[in-house]
C-alpha cells in the first residue's frame, strides 16, 4: 500500500503561483512514476504533469511552461510548481501513484486539494 496526502491548495488571483507537496509513504520502493491530476467540475480527471524515477518529465499542453513538477527522494515529496495560474486552472488536484504491473498501471491517489484561481 501507498499512501498520499497532498496539500498546498487554495485560492489565488489570476497570475499568481501556488506550490503543491505530495509527501509518499508505504511500498513506495515499486512505483514507477509520481503524477499530478486534476479534475474541474463536470469534466474528466485529466493529467498535468509526470515525473519518473529517472527523472524524466511530462506535461500536458496546457501548463507546458508554466507548471513544474519536481521530486525530493530523501523525503519522500513530489512537489508541483505553479505560475501564472489561470482561472482555468481552477480544480482538484490529485497526486498519484503509479506502478507498471507489466500489462497494466496500478494507481495509488491521494485524497486531493482544491486550487481556485480567481480572475
Known amino acids: ?4 496526502v497532498e496539500s498546498g491548495g487554495g485560492l489565488v488571483q489570476a497570475g499568481g503561483s501556488l506550490r503543491l507537496s505530495c509527501a509518499a509513504s508505504g511500498s513506495i520502493g ?7 491530476f486534476r479534475q474541474a467540475p463536470g469534466k474528466q480527471r485529466e493529467l498535468v504533469a509526470g515525473i519518473g524515477s529517472t527523472e524524466d518529465t511530462n506535461y500536458a499542453d ?7 513538477i519536481s521530486r525530493d527522494n530523501a523525503n519522500n515529496t513530489v512537489y508541483l510548481q505553479m505560475n ?19 500489462t497494466v498501471w496500478f494507481n495509488y491517489w491521494g485524497q486531493g486539494t482544491q486550487v481556485t484561481v480567481s480572475s
Open 62 to 68: 496546457s501548463v507546458k511552461g508554466r507548471f513544474t
Open 84 to 102: 501564472s495560474l489561470k482561472p482555468e486552472d481552477t480544480a482538484v488536484y490529485y497526486c498519484n501513484a503509479a506502478r507498471w504491473e507489466g
Open 1 to 4: 500500500q501507498v499512501q498520499l
Open 30 to 36: 515499486r512505483i514507477n512514476r509520481m503524477n499530478w
